[in-house]
């Protein structure tokens, strides 16, 4: 009994603790500030392992196909280079003011699975910027925009613009 008496003990200053913590103001939410490095290592690794665990229903379709991602240079141009930024071209505004800065995605390509980029995509993550285009975009609006990041890596900014302008008309996006 003494132990359930300090568990519940324990509890309750932990939440008192919190509490105060939260109504202080002591933390600073400012997007001009970075985290420290225990805050990015925890927002990191759960972000990491909540992804992870929530892949294993993915497939992705074949991303080699021309076509797709011709349609997929359309919709990333329209969608994602506010934020991301595309080869050739400097940081947006926008860009500049995020915090946690939006990903270089020729890396990502490189570092991360499509299903992973899938999901970040088509889901969106709390508290960094990025949106969820799947409340927008069906799953096959969305894919063809992963088939594109896997050549992103290979393209600068001439090589960028030449599929964009090879593109005309493809994807949901197409102007």
């Known amino acids: 009994m003494n132990i359930l008496k300090s568990v519940l003990a ?4 932990f939440g008192i603790a919190v509490i105060g913590f939260a109504y202080s103001g002591i933390f600073n939410v400012a997007a ?12 990191e690794t759960t ?10 229903d993915i497939q992705a379709p074949d991303l080699s196909d021309e076509k797709l991602r011709l ?12 934020c991301h930024t595309a080869p050739g071209r400097p ?15 020729a890396e990502a390509a ?4 499509a299903e992973m980029l899938f999901w970040v995509t088509r889901n969106g993550i709390r508290m960094t910027g990025m949106p969820s285009w799947g409340v927008t975009h069906d799953d096959d609006d ?18 960028y613009q030449e599929m964009l302008e090879s ?7 197409a102007e």
């Not at 972000?47 to 294993?56: C, D, H, K, P, Q």
């Not at 940081?91 to 995605?105: C, E, F, V």
């Open 10 to 13: 324990i509890m309750l200053v």
């Open 32 to 43: 001009t500030q970075s985290h420290d490095p225990v805050s990015s290592w925890l927002l």
């Open 47 to 56: 972000r990491e392992r909540s992804i992870e665990a929530r892949l294993s």
């Open 71 to 82: 349609a997929g240079i359309n919709d990333f141009d329209s969608m994602c280079t506010e």
């Open 91 to 105: 940081p947006s505004s926008l860009a500049k003011g995020l915090n946690p800065p939006a990903p270089d995605l």
């Open 110 to 113: 490189l570092e991360e699975s």
């Open 142 to 159: 969305i894919w063809p925009v992963i088939a594109f990041l896997q050549v992103l890596p290979d393209l600068d900014g001439y090589s």
């Open 167 to 173: 593109a005309e008309g493809e994807g949901h996006h």
